[in-house]
Nanobody, 116 residues
Framework: QVQLVESGGGLVQPGGSLRLSCAASGFRFAIYTMRWYRQAPGKERELVATISSAGGSTNYVDSVKGRFTISRDNAKNTVYLQMNSLKPEDTAVYYC?????????WGQGTQVTVSS
């Protein structure tokens, strides 16, 4: 079955960096677009970044452009989110996502807290 397991979250000071990872299994990872979402307390889940199957195309929400970078390693079935210049408003649970056969799959999420 499809499994997505996120890791790499934690507590970081404003201006700091974190690298999130999402290990995927149970499907042909290399042929699917992958996404990172986040959900802050009391807010709707928000699409943060998207990467195409081969990694040649990426998209970001305006609030993270120039600070976050999504990438993937198809040999390792893993997608990453490098987050630099973190701000308190980046505090959220971050989720990895794939849409496969009209079903959306989610990982358990990893907490990112940006605070001094």
């Amino acid at each position: 079955q499809v499994q997505l397991v996120e890791s790499g979250g934690g507590l970081v000071q404003p201006g700091g960096s974190l690298r999130l990872s999402c290990a995927a299994s149970g499907f042909r990872f290399a042929i699917y677009t992958m996404r990172w979402y986040r959900q802050a307390p009391g807010k709707e889940r928000e699409l943060v970044a998207t990467i195409s199957s081969a990694g040649g195309s990426t998209n970001y929400v305006d609030s993270v452009k120039g600070r976050f970078t999504i990438s993937r390693d198809n040999a390792k079935n893993t997608v990453y989110l490098q987050m630099n210049s973190l701000k308190p408003e980046d505090t959220a649970v971050y989720y990895c996502n794939v849409h496969r056969l009209s079903i959306a799959y989610w990982g358990q999420g990893t907490q990112v807290t940006v605070s001094s």
